[in-house]
Every structure is written in structure tokens, then in C-alpha cells.
């Protein structure tokens, strides 16, 4: 069940497809379900990721540091017009990183969350 899900995941990467069978393979079937409950609702697709940088070079700096979480780094960036632009052009170059690694923290937490039973 759970390969057929990996697959169907937008922008996936094969990284991220092996993080994800290497966590989730001693799950029950209900542990599954209720990991991908947690994981669909919270994962940031690469290309969002993108778009929020492309945003905050043009708009507002540090958008795609908010939307993962980084709150002391989007106010950085809100403040100083993302490092004076290094840091925007940067995160435009570093885009999957920055997903892979939220992607990351948030399967953990998933994981703890299906193994607890809510």
C-alpha cells in the first residue's frame, strides 16, 4: 500500500521515496494510514517551495522560510529584503533542500504520531 502512495506524492524525489519506505517499513497497516494522514497534510512540494522564493524575490522576502516553519529566518529575511537578495537568490538555488529537509522533520513526526496511536 504504501509504494502505490510514495508514487502518487507531487514533485518526489527518489531521496525522499527511499526515506520514506526505510521509515515505514515495520508500520501496521493502521500506523500506515494514520502516517499518511499526518504526512500528506503537512509535506511541501519542492516546486511550492520554488514558487514562495520566486515570491519573496519579487514581493515579500522570506515567504518560504514561513511557510516551513522557520519563523526566525523568515523574519530575518522580512527584514534585511532577504539578506539584500543573497539569501532569496540562495534559497532559489537551494529550493529542494529546503523542502526535503521540512519533508524530513515532518515524516518524523509523523512516524512518532502513527506509532502513539492518534
Known sequence: MNQQFFMQLKGITPAEYQFLEQLTKSMSEGQLKTFTMFYTGKRKDPQDIFLFTLLGLVVVAGVQRFVVGQIGMGLLYLFT???????????????KSIAQEYNQKVAMEAVQMSRMGL
Open 81 to 95: 529584503g532577504g539578506l539584500c537578495l543573497i539569501g532569496t537568490i540562495v534559497d532559489l538555488v537551494n529550493h
